[in-house]
């Protein structure tokens, strides 16, 4: 694998895909979803064998798997008359999935008062009751998510820890993180913690084990990040959180000019020992998605395993990782991710250095929209589904709909597809061309992302499929 150029990481590809391509040109199958991305696990899934790691400041044997509430499953009700309301968490399935998730070995459980429209933080409380487990034998995660201007102050960033604590019915928070430091610059974080003695309040819970662990989640400008890290006599972070997967080790300030690579910010953490707790291991669910040819290659390697388990495999091989989180809203998920931790079979230095380079620069050169459906931009205010617009359009780019002309081979099976896609995944008066350009949605992307531009970049796309002049 170290020596593998494109041309021959293409060839065998190409052997790997042959039988799905044909399978698809003839219109027969769907290619990416034949080779079962989520794996194929045969054998009986253990309960007693996922992988540990050990928090230096506190002890804590944490599992290698954490649990991230931030895309829980969800169910649409309907009133009296029969009409649709909006979606509403599906309790009865989060109870299933955290039960049979700490059955298991998982004990980490990542949420935030910013999820799920603001109801992760009740709804994993009630899960982790209802789960009959004790409150000693699992961990819980949180953040003081103050991100409005209303919310800066003190009294208000109090009240939002305050109401953590009782939502998820207990007194004492296991991991409590700064969230989304980065995002605004010294300036945010200045107003949101340490102008008005936020932070000091945090550290004085520590000292009284209402707060166990106190950490900050990284987005954004490199000086805070290297800010907080410099005054680490200081505020004693026992441990952070950081993006990182195979893609962003190297090349997460290429592909954003925002975020710091990967590489950076962990070697920067184990300098000072500080454990490393990963989000975005798959980008968003961007690395289980991948464009055909190289999903075929990654199966070609490991048939049974699942393309995303490369991508926990390589979060979990590195040896200063407490614990990586993954957004499990589905039982195959779970399932597929405890296979992959129960326990972890390490990368070898030559299958690490394989993603780092070769798949990753393959997946860089593909023009997918960088966004991880943290649905942080949402709701905009004129009514367009950001996350849904790019989360399509990214899947047509691996499925190879996004034709660059009409002499495209595949440009009308590709044209149709995209556009009854377009139509099905987002109603029309939720589609880009809505957009005015407010930007407002710009602060409160992680990920840097120009928004009204790439929406408008999607929008000319679609226009000029409709009107065939592409």
């Known amino acids: 694998m170290k020596n593998m150029d494109r041309r021959q990481f293409l060839k065998i590809a190409g052997a790997a895909s042959a039988t799905a391509t044909l399978a698809a040109c003839a219109g027969k199958s769907d290619a990416l979803d034949n080779l079962d991305p989520m794996g194929t696990h045969t054998g009986e899934l253990p309960t007693d064998k996922m992988t540990l790691r050990t928090n230096p400041t506190t002890g804590d044997k944490v599992s290698l798997l954490g649990y991230g509430m931030m895309r829980l499953p969800n169910k649409v009700t309907e009133d009296a008359e029969g009409n649709k309301k909006e979606e509403e968490i599906d309790q009865e399935q989060v109870n299933k999935l955290v039960k049979f998730a700490l059955d298991h070995g998982v004990n980490y459980f990542d949420t935030s008062p910013a999820y799920c429209r603001g109801y992760s933080e009740q709804s994993t409380g009630i899960a982790l009751k209802a789960s009959g487990y004790d409150r000693s034998k699992y961990f819980i995660a ?9 919310q800066w102050s003190y009294e208000e960033s109090v009240k939002m820890f305050q109401n953590s604590l009782k ?15 980065g995002m605004g610059g010294m300036e945010a974080l200045g107003r949101r913690y340490l102008d008005n003695g936020v ?20 987005h954004g400008d490199i000086e805070v990040f290297d800010y907080l890290l410099e005054n680490h006599d200081k505020y004693r972070w026992d441990f952070v959180q950081i993006q990182m997967n195979y893609v962003d080790w190297h090349l997460a300030n290429k592909m954003n000019s925002r975020n710091m690579d990967a590489k950076y910010l962990y070697d920067e953490l184990t300098k000072r020992g500080i454990p490393s707790v990963i989000m975005e291991p798959l980008l968003g669910g961007r690395l289980s998605k991948m464009p055909d040819h190289i999903v075929a290659t990654l199966k070609h390697q490991r048939p049974e395993d699942s393309v995303a388990s490369w991508a926990f495999r390589y979060a979990g091989t590195k040896p200063h990782v407490l614990t990586v989180l993954s957004g499990m809203t589905y039982m195959e998920h779970l399932v597929d991710n405890l296979h992959t931790y129960c326990p972890l079979d390490p990368l070898t230095d030559e299958e690490q250095e394989w993603l780092e380079n070769e798949v990753a620069n393959l997946y860089y050169s593909y023009p997918t929209v960088p966004c991880n459906d943290c649905k942080y931009c949402m709701p905009c205010p004129y009514g367009i589904d950001i996350p849904s617009i790019f989360v399509h359009y990214n899947k047509c780019v691996n499925k190879g709909q996004v034709p660059e002309s009409q002499q495209a081979e595949n440009y009308q099976e590709a044209r149709r597809a995209f556009l009854v896609g377009y139509d099905r995944a987002v109603p029309k008066q939720r589609q880009a061309d809505h957009c005015i350009g407010c930007r407002q949605c710009n602060v ?9 531009r790439e929406l408008t970049r999607i929008d000319t796309f679609v226009e000029k499929l409709k009107q065939n002049t592409l």
Do not use: A, W
Request: proline content about 6%.
């Open 199 to 218: 932070l000091d309040y945090l550290m004085e819970q520590r000292e009284k084990g209402v707060i166990r662990n106190l950490g900050f989640s990284y």
């Open 142 to 150: 949180t953040k003081l998510s103050n991100f409005s201007p209303e």
């Open 444 to 452: 409160h992307c992680p990920q840097n992302i120009d928004i009204p």
């Open 167 to 181: 939502y998820l019915q207990t007194d004492y928070i296991d991991y409590l993180l700064l969230h989304g430091i």
